[in-house]
């Protein structure tokens, strides 16, 4: 038997079992064939597949595979998978496709070719050292290692893919080689290729071949057997609104891409849920649910798997599934609350290999793939003719919506996705931005009538800070009423945390942000959602990110269309008597200008001043006074990022990665974990006990600025470097943790302006 595997599967089996995929993503992924231009692209893919580890034929492969003394020399079993390519008659461009896919389907170009050896290396280090050896050539000559192959087993194995070739329909003829007259695969594919036009932005013909290969390799060696897709049973619970909106209504019909501009609790998750069930009518393909937060996300994941399966836990679910960098700590708190007794660690592997064709995730999830971050090319593939999903598209910064301007242009463009993108507080200006880019696209507004019919709430301005403002009027709205109070920053939201659990001490009272641990911020959104929960007090994280609904709300002055975000959070669904109250601060902080820009607030304030109840049919129009047009440092820095994303983008060659752009990725869309020093001991015992996963749950996301100040401190680092042991399956690995030598509280957060003087000691000593 001829291995593939040191676990004891064949090749013959593995390739059946990469072939079984390729038939998956002919179904699940069918626009894939126009995207790459190739009609017979998938009998082109399985030519590939079949040929792509014949490499590993060679004895001294066989052996090491065997735990057998060997001579592998740790060559790449895929150079000599291609020499047998060759026997294909094919025109050129079909058979270098096949070559260079098989050539990178393991290794990068890049490392190819740093462990190659020129002839003349081959000559001198023969001479040197392995004649000594009692050997008769150096074990990585290229061509005297085509010689070892066992003829019976090649033969063999040949007629496995004649059989193949004949059941799947593939008329290719093959032909008698010479090995001799076979080139070396890494001077021939890798120093002679001119690369200059297969960029992104260029032809996406070799990515998507590229990782249609490694994802049949990938999943078949994973023993995935299905790729599943959405069915048009899995809309049923569409059917039963018994009253959709007119926009609604008009979205199911809809063909083509979508703007949604609708406020909050008019339906629009329903809306663009209906478009997908009649795009999938016409094609499958994969479905990006992208929201902004990860506690949304979260929320909207439990959502769908519950809408499409009737699921309520959702790790159960086999059609909706989710990513984002806090994957652990979701994943754990669903583990808690089914009580499962089974390893977190292996939970969480097998969450990761399954295969969902709806994701609800970030767009950094996918805007990393355009930084070229490992495993971009599969990444690329199952975006082939996906459909995209785009919730609170203004809540981006300016570099982040630049950058999503372009992922949509070139996702629409060039690998034929889809859009709805949904908004109730789309500036016109950067509606505008959105239509340059994305074609045929239709934008969708609930009728007037309804909108008129709405006034879910009442405004009022009132002098002073915060601290001010619940002092004039917690007697006699907080008192009995469900009550938000939004901080434009954390340490802002501790104080106010603070100052509220003074005045009401037998309230439930609540406290929502970014600086919580993984679990207790899971606490912390559960409470959030929890009608026993008197008080919530948290920050922009309550803007677009549960589906809560309180009746009264105090917040700091913010932008118009953050404020409509927050007053979405009370009133929700408009069926009060009367409209919510909200009262806006007239101050906030001094930081809250690194915030938002203070015009906008400014102006903001003006607007509102002269309003008693928000009218929704004139949101629009309160938006567009606020934000007229760009601020002119915003329009630059908007086109500068324009021009320099585009450019980058040229760097994003297949076969090949970018270790500079990746890091940029990371650098620019992740934050600095820390640990607090209060934390310190749980940590390492549980590194110690080889709990990986409940470990990182107490690692804290800082941004980049706050992490400077607290390593900067005027009064000294409040950050230091430990040394810890980690336990990963019973190997002991040494690694640095940053620890913030700041006061913890599981209600409160991390307290960044509180010093902790804690003593932490190396756990490997």
């Known amino acids: 038997m ?19 995929i390729a038939d998956q993503i002919e179904r699940a992924i069918p626009e894939i064939s126009s995207i790459a231009g190739i009609a017979n692209y998938f009998q082109i893919l399985k030519t590939a597949i079949l040929f792509h580890d014949m490499g590993k034929i060679h004895p001294e492969f066989q052996k090491l595979l065997n735990k057998a003394k060997n001579n592998w020399e740790q060559q790449r079993h895929e150079i000599y998978s291609l020499a047998f390519t060759y026997k294909l008659c094919l025109e050129d461009n079909q058979l270098e496709l096949i070559q260079r896919a098989i050539l990178g389907h ?23 050292f392995w004649q000594f050896e009692n050997i008769s050539h150096h074990p990585e000559d290229y061509w005297q290692n085509l010689k070892l192959f066992n003829k019976d087993l090649l033969i063999e194995f040949i007629n496995f893919i004649i059989r193949k070739m004949q059941l799947y329909g593939i008329k290719i003829p093959m032909k008698q080689i010479l090995y001799e007259d076979i080139p070396h695969p890494v001077e021939s594919m890798v120093l002679g290729w001119k690369n200059e036009n297969t960029n992104i932005m260029a032809n996406n013909q070799e990515l998507v071949f590229w990782g249609s290969l490694k994802m049949c390799d990938h999943y078949g060696s994973a023993k995935i057997k299905e790729i599943p897709v959405l069915a048009n049973n899995d809309f049923e619970f569409i059917d039963k609104i018994s009253e959709p909106y007119k926009h609604q209504r008009i979205s199911w019909e809809t063909e083509s891409n979508v703007v949604l501009v609708a406020p909050t609790g008019a339906g629009k998750t329903e ?28 929320a909207m994941h439990k959502r769908l798997a519950y809408s499409l399966e009737g699921v309520d836990n959702p790790l159960k679910s086999k059609k909706a599934g989710i990513q984002h960098g806090k994957l652990q700590q979701y994943v754990y708190s669903l583990i808690d609350e089914e009580d499962i007794g089974s390893n977190l660690q292996d939970i969480t592997a097998i969450y990761h ?28 593939v199952n975006l082939c003719g996906s459909y995209l999903i785009l919730d609170e598209i203004h809540a981006y910064d300016v570099q982040t919506f630049a950058q999503i301007i372009i992922m949509l242009e070139i996702l629409t463009k060039r690998f034929n996705c889809k859009v709805f993108i949904m908004t109730a507080t789309l500036p016109s200006f950067m509606y505008k931005e959105i239509e340059k880019v994305i074609m045929n696209l239709k934008t969708i507004r609930p009728e007037t009538e309804y909108l008129e019919k709405i006034e879910r709430h009442k405004v009022e301005i009132m002098e002073g800070d915060i ?45 929502l942000h970014s600086r919580f641990t993984g679990k207790d911020r899971m606490d912390r959104e559960k409470d959030a959602l929890d009608q026993s929960t008197d008080i919530l007090i948290g920050t922009q994280a309550i803007e677009v990110s549960l589906d809560i609904d309180y009746d009264f709300m105090i917040t700091e002055p913010a932008p118009i269309d953050a404020l409509l975000q927050r007053f979405g959070r009370i009133n929700r669904k408009g069926m009060n008597e009367n409209p919510a109250s909200v009262i806006i601060c007239s101050e906030g902080s001094k930081y809250d200008k690194k915030i938002y820009p203070e015009i906008f607030t400014r102006r903001t304030l ?36 324009l021009e320099l994303f585009r450019s980058s983008l ?17 650098e620019i869309f992740t934050g600095v974990k820390v640990l607090p020093a209060e934390l310190f001991r749980d940590y390492t015992e549980y590194l110690e006990a080889g709990n990986i996963i409940e470990a990182e749950s107490f690692l804290i996301s800082l941004s980049q600025s706050t992490y400077l100040s607290l390593l900067h401190h005027k009064e000294g680092s409040r950050v230091e470097k430990v040394r810890v042991v980690r336990n990963r399956n019973d190997k002991f690995l040494i690694e640095d943790v940053l620890v913030a030598k700041c006061k913890y509280d599981s209600n409160v957060g991390i307290l960044t302006m509180e010093y902790c003087d804690i003593e932490l000691i190396d756990n490997f000593c």
Not at 360 to 365: C, D, G, K, S
Not at 615 to 640: C, F, G, N, R, T
Not at 650 to 666: I, T, V
Request: aromatic share 14%.
């Open 2 to 20: 001829i291995l593939a595997k040191s676990d004891g599967t064949s090749l013959q089996e593995h390739v059946d079992d990469c072939l079984v």
């Open 353 to 380: 290999k399954m295969v969902h064709p709806l994701k609800v995730l970030t767009p950094f999830q996918i805007l990393k793939y355009f930084f070229g971050v490992k495993g971009y090319e599969i990444g690329f």
């Open 606 to 641: 003006e607007l509102l001043g002269k309003i008693d109840t928000i009218k929704e049919s004139k949101l629009q129009d309160y938006i567009d006074k606020v934000y007229p047009e760009w601020l002119s440092e915003h329009e630059k820095e908007y086109k500068e990022i």
């Open 106 to 128: 393991h290794k990068t170009y890049q490392e190819l070719l740093e462990k190659y050896k020129n002839s003349e290396q081959i000559k001198n280090e023969y001479l040197t």
């Open 271 to 298: 809306s663009a849920l209906g478009w997908l069930r009649n795009q999938h009518k016409r094609q499958a393909g994969k479905v990006y649910y992208i929201l902004p937060y990860t506690a949304s996300i979260n």
């Open 467 to 511: 601290f001010t403002v619940i002092d004039k009027t917690w007697m006699d709205n907080i008192t009995d009423k469900r009550t938000i109070i939004v901080c434009n920053t954390v340490i802002r939201s501790q104080k106010c945390y603070k100052k509220i659990k003074e005045l009401f001490p037998y309230k439930k009272i609540s406290l």
């Open 650 to 666: 040229s760097a994003l060659q297949p076969y090949c990665f970018n270790q500079e752009s990746e890091d940029s990725f990371y």
